[in-house]
C-alpha cells in the first residue's frame, strides 16, 4: 500500500500561482510513476500530468502545457504541482496518484484524499 498526502490547495487569484505537494509513505517512492489528476463540480476526473519514477520523463495535458510544472524529490518522496497563470477552469479538486510501473500511465493505483483548488475571476 501507498498512501498519498496532498497539500497546497487553496484560492488564488485569476493570473496567480500555486504548488501542490503530494507526500507519499508506505512504499519505496522512487519505484512509483506519479500523476496528477484533477475533477471540476459536475465533471469527470481528467488526467493533468505524469511523471516517471526516475523524474527524467514527464507527460501534460493540453490545458495545462506551458502553465503547469511537475517535479518530485524521491528522497523526500514528494511530488510537487508548480501552477502559474491559473486560470478559472483550473478550479477543482486535484489529486495526487501513483503507480508502480515504468513510464507514465494515465491510470493508477493509488490517490490521496485531494486538495481544492479555486481560481476566482
Known amino acids: 500500500q501507498v498512501q498519498l498526502v496532498e497539500s497546497g490547495g487553496g484560492l488564488v487569484q485569476t493570473g496567480g500561482s500555486l504548488r501542490l505537494s503530494c507526500a507519499a509513505s508506505?512504499?519505496?517512492?522512487?519505484?512509483?510513476?506519479m500523476g496528477w489528476f484533477r475533477q471540476a463540480p459536475g465533471k469527470e476526473r481528467e488526467f493533468v500530468v505524469g511523471?516517471?519514477?526516475?523524474?527524467?520523463?514527464?507527460y501534460y495535458a493540453e490545458s495545462v502545457k506551458g502553465r503547469f510544472t511537475i517535479s518530485r524529490d524521491n528522497a523526500k518522496s514528494t511530488v510537487y504541482l508548480q501552477m502559474s497563470s491559473l486560470k478559472p477552469e483550473d478550479t477543482a479538486v486535484y489529486y495526487c496518484?501513483?503507480?508502480?510501473?515504468?513510464?507514465?500511465?494515465?491510470?493508477?493505483?493509488?490517490w490521496g484524499q485531494g486538495t481544492q483548488v479555486t481560481v476566482s475571476s
Open positions: 511523471i516517471s519514477w526516475s523524474g527524467d520523463s514527464t
Open positions: 508506505g512504499r519505496t517512492f522512487s519505484n512509483y510513476a
Open positions: 496518484a501513483a503507480k508502480r510501473v515504468r513510464g507514465i500511465p494515465l491510470e493508477y493505483d493509488y
